[in-house]
């Protein structure tokens, strides 16, 4: 997975529109199970949270949660098939639901963040359905700047905005963040593969 370090790939309709449209309609539906989280990333001190829903499709370290992980594996494959990538196992898997929030103040950044400090990692991160909050990648990376305050040393190396069938792959040990969507819902399913 050396060779994959250090890069980001954007692809559009990385599934067919019908499969885009299955998984759409089953996590926006009624029957979807949604799980409350008071804050979408760990927040500094002093901030107020941002709240959120969640889905456990994989728990971290592999364990399969979820009777909908098979269905949205197609994300998973068809963007490592489209960069080459071969991976050994998923280490997790996520969705989240974000409403508007009018206590959040839309041009503060959720917190920086990476997904998983321990181990080498790539992030399949898909989107559901278009939305505002976009996603912003740092050129900062963990193993190279994991001592330094980030605060004032962050340089962006790409922003995504959220479009249905759009998917963003990029090394998991990027710094980075999103933006609190502010004029409708936002979904996202995030992957994490070793």
Known sequence: MHFYRNKVWVFDDII??????????????????????????????GRVPRPAFQHQFVHKGGE??????EMT???????????????????????????????????????VHIDDENIPH???????KDSDGDTIIYNNHYEKDKE??????LEIKKTVTPKKGRVVIF????????RQ??????????YNVI
């Open 16 to 45: 067919d529109k019908s499969h885009q449209d299955e998984i759409e309609k089953m996590l926006l539906s009624n029957n979807f199970s949604w799980y409350f989280i008071k804050e979408i990333a760990s927040p500094p001190v």
């Open 64 to 69: 399969v949660n979820s009777d909908w992980h």
């Open 73 to 111: 594996m197609r994300i998973v494959n068809s963007s490592c098939k489209k960069i080459g990538l071969q991976y050994d196992k998923v280490h997790q898997g996520r969705s989240f639901f974000q409403l508007p929030l009018s206590i959040v103040d839309k041009d503060i950044l959720d917190p």
């Open 122 to 128: 790539m992030v399949v991160l898909y989107y559901v």
């Open 148 to 153: 330094k305050p980030l605060e004032n040393n």
């Open 171 to 178: 090394d998991g040990w990027f710094w980075h963040t999103a």
């Open 181 to 190: 969507p502010s004029n409708d819902t936002r979904c996202v399913i995030n």
